[in-house]
């Protein structure tokens, strides 16, 4: 199968795609199947036992094999024909009110409202490839999760500085971390070569993602304290992800003391 997202080969059991971070919406599905066949093996094998009565151990034994693997057999059958089948009716559902999806999607673009964006195509389930005519909002959903992603790590950072709390999870250096890394993915995405599946993403929404990217700098400027110059010349757009946390975690530090 492949990431709904950016196209890349997956498994089921790839939590997320190792490619784009985009959740798999189809690891807890398989992880709830598999729990049901889990319990219908722990129910088989008991069955098989008990009605064996007197046949040998070794008999008996085949016999679980046997039954267990037609079981294994069955489940992923199962659990494919059940994803294929509902992938289909949800991206038929999808494609019936796409004129009103787009709509709602654009005035939240309007409003730069990049929070109420991706949790609208969370919720209506529009992260689907296959979607005719939806393909731009679905590839930008990439920039607007990397901006949510800065926005909470720049949150975290507030709260660190309030909540004197050593044991954290979302320590300085670990939100600084995700911010770089999502800035990177930002400046990648808009410098994409024509070989690129958002070149033309870009080309056609330019002024989507300069908001959105726009915005996503002023965080950092805001929160980390970045020098305003390194953004205004554009030097930031330029840097690896390395010396970009290198420049946050400078940047931060020095607020600080």
């Not at 798999?24 to 094998?45: F, L």
Request: one cysteine or more; glycine letters at 4%; a negative charge.
């Amino acid at each position: 199968m492949k990431c709904d997202f950016c196209g890349a080969n997956l498994t089921i059991d790839d939590e997320v795609c190792p490619y784009c971070h985009t959740p798999n919406t189809h690891y807890v599905k398989h992880r709830e199947d598999m729990h049901r066949y889990e319990q219908d093996y722990q129910s088989t094998k008991t069955e098989v036992y008990e009605t064996a009565g007197k046949t040998s151990k070794k008999a008996t034994q085949i016999a679980v094999l046997a039954v267990l693997g037609l079981l294994f057999l069955g489940s992923i059958v199962m659990n494919n024909s059940i994803w294929t089948i509902e992938r289909a009716l949800l991206v038929q559902k999808a494609q019936k009110n796409l004129s009103t999806y787009i709509e709602n999607l654009d005035k939240y673009i309007a409003n730069e409202d990049w929070n109420s964006y991706a949790a609208y195509i969370e919720v209506n389930e529009l992260y689907y490839s296959g979607i005719k005519g939806f393909d731009d909002y679905r590839y930008f959903q990439r920039m607007v999760n990397d901006y949510n992603y800065i926005y909470e790590a720049c949150m975290h950072l507030v709260d660190h500085e309030n909540i004197s709390d050593e044991y954290t999870y979302y320590t300085p250096d670990r939100c600084m971390e995700q911010i770089a890394d999502s800035l990177k993915d930002m400046y990648d995405f808009v410098k994409a070569d024509e070989y690129s599946t958002y070149y033309e993403v870009y080309q056609n929404h330019t002024d989507w993602c300069d908001a959105v990217l726009t915005q996503a700098e002023e965080l950092v400027q805001a929160y980390l304290h970045v020098d305003p110059q390194v953004i205004e010349s554009g030097e930031i757009r330029t840097m690896s992800k390395t010396r970009l946390i290198v420049l946050l975690e400078g940047s931060y530090r020095q607020n600080e003391s």
